[in-house]
């Protein structure tokens, strides 16, 4: 199955969205090719998901080219780059086809692994007779300076927010979703214009099933987190070592946070167990590292967690998956960086759980994920155990949600009426020993009274015997209770006769 970005990456130059001038540029360029002129190859700079290789894709099919493509999970380096894209550049057409060679990411080459690859593209881009689109974030990346002079720079903005919010809404008609203008707006806000981030995020909450408004406004600020989606993708996706551990260059967060997010999409990216387990040993050796920056405040060991949490995890798994996976925010952060109000019933959350197992509120915060994932995997136990904490329904509300919170309540109520039915049979129960002995009492009392005291010694009253007493003295009970009955009802209607006052016709009658 396609991702909607696949799905719905524009075919033509007049679908993509925005980019106007750029687009007549590009068609100016390509025309001049087919004039059998010689312009400069074009190097289109711009945020993440604007379009730069959607324009490429979109121009060679609007002009019959065939796209050659190496992209940035791929081997760069001098002879990887002569093989995929030097011969197609080089000779003037093979078999009558047009091609159009495209290399997404140029800025992302490395100088050691990818070793004379930007050499190699000049040594090509010299020779070329067929039309090159190249792609950067960052133009002025040292890693591609001396490759500047011989290409034309286009730079693209990031997509208005108007545009992102018209694509997205030409998808949710065209997949059927309920939606309403407003929520497909916060989406494309979110994404500060990255239009690629904004239709993942529409598809990931379609497929949770959750396009209300609220959860739309959680959605983590792209203009934050834009890097670390890219370096994720980056890490997550590539086989090589070389672009791995280049991949956080433009991260601007600190390991420690990182290492989060990592550990929090492996498992969605990597299917087979051995290779996630191989992640998290690497995840849990750079975590090592971390542990010692704090203590020792020697910030040297970054560079070896780095290593190890992004070439480490890359080189985990044993190929690269060809699928489109929505990489999440670390749900320890959501923890954490709640609002103000969510962040206090946490803290008062934590305390209970520290005050109950005598432990720190950072302890009980590794407690209360477990306990999170007790709820979804075991939901009794959990249940439980917010009854042990003393956890209370607006507090489960506000770490849960409210479908698990609920659940958990809904076990909480069973169990607590299971719990005071039983408390109930067994006060009964107490209570009927408690009669059992008092009429033994009775029994013996009566006796020594009746002068048969020596006679008592030593007898043993008979549970028979007890119980016929108890039934003796139920009936008693019952007949005075009976009697008083009749002798109320007696003197209430000698009352209400002595308080009647009777007509004329009625006294004579
Ligand atoms: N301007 C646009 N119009 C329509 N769709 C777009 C546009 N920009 C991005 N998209 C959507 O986002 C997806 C990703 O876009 P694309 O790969 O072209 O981004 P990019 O700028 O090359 O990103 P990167 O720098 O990460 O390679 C496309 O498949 C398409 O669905």
């Known amino acids: ?214 959860t739309v406004q959680k959605l983590p600020d792209r203009k934050r987190e834009a890097n670390i989606f890219d370096a994720l993708r980056v890490i997550l996706k590539t086989t090589h070592y070389g672009i791995a551990t280049t991949a956080l260059m433009n991260v601007d967060e600190t390991p420690d946070v990182i290492i989060e997010w990592i550990a929090e999409n492996v498992p969605k990216e990597y299917e087979k167990a051995e290779e996630v387990a191989r992640a998290f040993e690497y995840l849990s050796k750079a975590d090592r590292y971390l542990g010692r920056v704090m203590k020792r405040q020697n910030y040297g060991f970054w560079k070896y967690a780095t290593t190890l949490m992004t070439a480490g995890v890359a080189l985990s798994k044993d190929e690269k998956y060809r699928k489109w996976t929505p990489y999440s925010y670390p749900k320890i952060f959501r923890l954490l960086t709640k609002t103000k109000a969510e962040r206090e ?88 020993n408690e009669d059992k002995k008092e009429v033994k009492k009775e029994i013996i009392k009566k006796k020594k009274e009746d002068k048969k005291v020596e006679e008592v010694k030593g007898y043993e009253i008979s549970d028979t015997e007890v119980k016929k007493d108890i039934k003796n003295l139920e009936t008693q009970k019952q007949v005075k209770k009976e009697k008083e009955i009749k002798e109320k009802k007696k003197e209430d209607k000698k009352k209400e006769n002595k308080g009647k006052q009777l007509t004329l016709d009625a006294f004579f009658k």
């Open 345 to 432: 019933i946490l803290n008062k959350i934590l305390k209970k759980i520290g005050e109950k197992t005598h432990t720190s509120s950072k302890r009980a915060r590794f407690d209360l994920q477990i306990l999170e994932i007790l709820a979804k995997e075991n939901p009794y136990i959990a249940a439980d155990l917010v009854d042990y904490f003393e956890i209370k329904e607006d507090e489960l509300k506000a770490l849960f949600g409210e479908r698990l919170s609920s659940k958990l309540l809904k076990i909480l109520k069973e169990k607590k009426k299971k719990k005071s039915e039983k408390n109930k049979r067994e006060d009964k129960k107490d209570k009927k």
């Open 1 to 214: 199955m396609l991702s909607w970005v696949e799905k719905y990456r524009p075919r033509s130059l007049k679908d993509v969205a925005g980019h106007e001038k750029v687009k007549e540029k590009l068609k100016t360029w390509i025309e001049s090719y087919l004039k059998g002129e010689n312009p400069k190859p074009i190097l289109l700079v711009g945020p993440p998901g604007c379009g730069k290789t959607t324009l490429a894709y979109a121009l060679a099919n609007d002009y019959g080219f065939e796209v050659i493509e190496l992209n940035a999970s791929d081997k760069r380096n001098s002879s990887a780059i002569k093989k995929v894209v030097g011969h197609a550049a080089t000779s003037s057409s093979i078999f009558g086809k047009k091609f159009l060679i495209v290399l997404d990411e140029v800025d992302g080459i490395s100088g050691k692994e990818d070793a004379g690859g930007v050499s190699e593209l000049i040594k090509i881009i010299k020779k070329a007779k067929n039309p090159i689109i190249l792609t950067a974030n960052d133009a002025y990346a040292t890693s591609i300076r001396s490759l500047l002079p011989y290409v034309e720079i286009i730079q693209l903005n990031p997509v208005h927010t108007n545009s992102i919010y018209k694509v997205l809404k030409k998808i949710a008609q065209k997949e059927g979703l309920d939606v309403d203008d407003k929520t497909l707006k916060m989406i494309a806000q979110h994404s500060a214009g990255d239009l690629r981030s904004a239709i993942n995020d529409l598809e990931a909450l379609a497929l949770s099933g959750d396009l209300s408004y609220e």
